[in-house]
């Protein structure tokens, strides 16, 4: 199965500020999703991203919020913009590998002081 | 609409008992149903999935799930639990593959009592 590096694995952000995370893919896959998970819930799909067009944004998640680029298709990144303490979550990338499910990045904690 | 249904937040067995973690799930079309684990401070591995084949499911670590059609259910067993075992588990239903969005539970924190 694929192979995902996730950085950073955490970080504290002040308010205001924006942070990026990065995800690598070992493979090319189509398609690239970021989750959220809000402390003590369970994921919640941000976007899916597509090499070479917009990404495609769930009910409640906006681009200029959580911008996304997918420039080749084994690397994407999520940015959390004009970030504020109820963005502290674990962030999480993932890729689908057909009927064997999803593989998960090691996730990106960020805490907003 | 496909969903899922974690039954208990937190379930709490000795070491070497039988592990029993309930999912039921609703979807429009024959799903595809997973189990994943998340160990503190890690991301989500597949412990186990269905696909429509055989409905009694064998995963990693000694975990399987049987797919029940008429109880829309998909509960996680193990025989013996080991310590290594205490974390947080994640019932999905998806309807499809290729794109098809997968819809998460809100998991279940197993606990291992020495």
């Known amino acids: 199965s694929a192979v995902i590096s996730q950085k950073p694995s955490r970080d504290i952000c002040q308010r205001g500020t924006s942070l990026t995370i990065q995800c690598q893919v070992d493979?090319?896959?189509?398609?690239m999703f970021w989750y959220r998970q809000q402390p003590g819930q369970s994921l919640t799909l941000i976007a899916t991203?597509?090499?070479?067009?917009?990404?495609?944004?769930e009910s409640g998640f906006v681009i200029d919020k959580f911008p996304i680029s997918r420039p080749n298709l084994t690397f994407s990144t999520l940015t959390v913009s004009n970030l504020s303490p109820e963005d502290s979550s674990i962030y999480l990338c993932?890729?689908?590998?057909?009927?064997?499910?999803?593989?998960f990045g090691s996730g990106t904690r960020l805490t907003v002081v | 609409a496909q969903s899922v249904t974690q039954l208990g937040s937190h379930v709490s067995v000795s070491e070497g008992a039988l592990v029993l973690l309930r999912c039921n799930y609703s979807s429009s079309v024959p799903p595809y149903l997973f189990w994943y684990v998340q160990y503190p401070n890690q991301g989500l591995q597949l412990l186990l999935k269905?696909?429509?084949?055989?409905?009694l499911v064998k995963g990693i670590n000694g975990f399987e799930a049987e797919f029940k059609k008429s109880e829309t259910s998909f509960h996680l067993t193990k025989p013996s639990a080991h310590m290594s075992d205490a974390a947080e588990y994640f019932c999905a239903v998806s309807e499809g593959t290729g794109g098809f969005k997968t819809i998460f539970g809100a998991g279940t924190r197993l606990f291992v009592k020495a």
């Open positions: 269905y696909t429509s084949a055989a409905t």
């Open positions: 493979s090319q896959v189509t398609m």
């Open positions: 991203a597509n090499q070479g067009s917009e990404a495609t944004y």
């Open positions: 993932s890729v689908e590998e057909g009927t064997e499910g999803y593989t």
